[in-house]
């Protein structure tokens, strides 16, 4: 029988310190249909070679997630976290130590996507 999001309905997945993990090898597993709706933590903590695309499609197609660990990315920028802090409203933790490219842009929602009309929508 096919594996469906039945069966893997809560994915707590660990790929810390994955030398050869990319961006290519994380939008695979963002976009894999299971993965993106049945993930509800991940830790890709110290991955060199991930940076802002495989952050970003991840942040775009795994929204149920609720623990994210983002820690040691060190080509992460702002337009990769822009995308988590924009897209992943159900975070209840995130851990963003040793980012050093992030600046407070990451944190902030401008005019065309204002985050308080959302975050009353699922917050409140």
């Known amino acids: 029988h096919a594996l469906t999001a039945l069966d893997a309905p809560n994915l707590d ?10 961006d290519a090898g994380l939008y695979a597993l963002a976009t894999s ?20 695309d495989g952050v970003a499609a ?3 197609r795994c929204v149920n997630l609720l623990h994210l660990d983002l ?5 992460l920028t ?8 924009h897209n992943l409203w ?16 990451a944190f902030v929602f401008d005019e065309l996507r204002d985050g308080r009309v959302a975050a009353k929508q699922r917050m409140l």
Not at 35 to 50: G, K, N, R
């Open 33 to 52: 249909r299971l993965v993106a709706h049945a993930l509800t933590a991940l830790d890709v903590s110290f991955c060199p070679c991930l940076a802002d």
């Open 71 to 75: 820690e040691g990315l060190h080509r």
């Open 78 to 85: 702002d337009v990769g976290a822009k995308r988590v802090t």
């Open 13 to 22: 997945l660990s790929l810390a310190l994955c030398t050869r993990l990319t």
């Open 58 to 60: 991840l942040a775009e």
């Open 90 to 105: 159900h975070l209840t933790s995130l851990n963003l130590a040793g980012v050093s490219l992030l600046t407070d842009d």
